[in-house]
């Protein structure tokens, strides 16, 4: 039996009914303990364990008001919540306790049962009924781990006795078992559904990815992204056009998981109706600015770079928002970074974009890529621009797709074993020689 802390010796019961512990048998109250058992153990309701839990007790150990508290961790922090409670107005059950706070909270912190005979002479009690007078808490423990406590309040000065301990003690210590079981399946449950939403989000956002690898005059043109988590905030996209041209862009969502692909969502969405419109870069650019300013929260954020190119001259206009910059490298070996130095888009209400171009001679190579790509790395250095350069140097002459995964497999490499920190997205954009164009 947990310890027990009392505030002054017992003395005779202002209340004696037929139904307390005293006028039941050791046999009597062993047999109703283990039919309550039962039938809460076949609920795997947390909800409905514990509201069966809350009143069966009331059959052993009479009370005017109670509450069972769970546990709840998140984190480093860790409070204490009312899940069921009865003879409270819920006001006063709102409130979540901190471990060592009150009757309640000194008993999930020290495993150890408590009976006050007379709450108004000790300085820990919190006031949740204002008639309260005795009160009687016991620890909830499954597997050795406390994960609650069960609360009982009298209106009579000191209504709860030793037996009174003994037996919501054993109560306790029968229905932890139940309401473990409850958390787990309701756990399960949860893992469950959140499996199936993951499923779901994977699908709808790999349908917002292009399927397959463009196909363009005089260029070989592949994409590739990699989420850190189920879903990311990634994006790239081929937007063709009737006159031959083909939008090429990137983007980096602020955040991560399921909020930074509805994020992502929403900018496909922005960036594809303005491209609709035959719009200039910098328009472009200004309008889905405007637009995600409205629809995101204050902190909320996209960087990207969206160009177009024409293979008929050879030229790639583009426009960047505070995306890292585009990474050109010639045929001879030297290599530029491409940025116009725009800022992101969403933070301010209006701003202005610049587009620049650049035209590409037989053997250049632009990569576009997210931070996720150069921030890879292990103890505290990164991958970095330079083993980009030296990668894509290396495979140069491999094609657009087997490039990107090339760049993907480096950073990987160089940071295992820890894995990537970040959504990862590489788009190779090569302007082949004559003899190998693709027709």
Aim: glycine share 6%; hydrophobic share 40%.
């Amino acid at each position: 039996m947990p310890a027990l802390s009392t505030d002054s010796d017992p003395a005779p019961s202002a209340t004696a009914s037929a139904t307390s512990p005293e006028a039941l048998s050791f046999e009597t109250k062993f047999r109703l303990l283990l039919d309550i058992t039962r039938t809460i153990s076949r609920s795997l309701d947390l909800d409905e364990t514990l509201s069966l839990i809350i009143d069966s007790v009331k059959s052993f150990v009479p009370y005017d008001s109670a509450a069972i508290y769970v546990l709840e961790t998140n984190g480093r922090d860790r409070r204490i919540r009312a899940t069921v409670y009865r003879g409270y107005d819920e006001a006063s059950m709102e409130r979540l306790l901190r471990l060592g706070e009150g009757f309640v909270g000194w008993v999930v912190q020290s495993g150890g049962a408590i009976v006050i005979p007379d709450v108004r002479n000790d300085q820990r009690y919190i006031s949740s009924d204002p008639l309260t007078m005795s009160e009687i808490v016991v620890p909830i423990i499954a597997n050795n781990r406390i994960i609650g406590a069960l609360n009982l309040e009298s209106r009579t000065l000191d209504a709860y006795k030793a037996a009174d301990l003994e037996v919501l003690t054993l109560f306790a210590s029968a229905a932890a078992i139940s309401i473990e079981k409850a958390i787990l399946h309701q756990e399960r449950l949860e893992k469950r559904r959140l499996e199936s939403e993951l499923a779901i989000a994977r699908q709808v956002q790999r349908s917002l990815l292009p399927d397959r690898a463009p196909t363009v005059e005089g260029f070989d043109i592949a994409g590739l992204t990699v989420p850190n988590e189920a879903v990311g905030g990634d994006y790239y996209d081929f937007i063709p056009f009737p006159n031959h041209q083909l939008g090429i862009a990137i983007a980096d969502v602020s955040g991560k998981g399921i909020p930074a692909a509805l994020i992502m969502a929403t900018f496909r969405a922005c960036l594809r109706a303005q491209v609709r419109n035959d719009f200039s870069i910098r328009v472009i650019l200004r309008k889905v600015n405007y637009l995600l300013w409205e629809s995101l929260d204050s902190s909320q954020y996209v960087t990207a770079v969206y160009g177009v190119l024409d293979p008929a001259s050879r030229r790639f206009s583009y426009g960047d928002a505070g995306h890292n910059p585009a990474l050109l490298l010639h045929a001879d070996g030297s290599y530029e970074e491409l940025s116009c130095g725009n800022t992101v888009l969403g933070l301010f209400e209006d701003r202005k974009y610049i587009e620049c171009y650049c035209t590409l001679q037989p053997g250049d190579i632009i990569v576009l890529y997210t931070d996720g790509l150069t921030e890879a790395g292990q103890d505290g250095e990164e991958f970095g621009l330079a083993r980009l350069i030296e990668t894509v140097q290396r495979q140069r002459e491999a094609p657009a797709q087997e490039l990107a995964r090339a760049i993907y497999d480096a950073a990987r490499t160089f940071a295992s074993p820890a894995p990537l920190g970040d959504d990862l997205t590489v788009v190779v954009i090569k302007a082949l020689p004559a003899a190998t164009e693709k027709g």
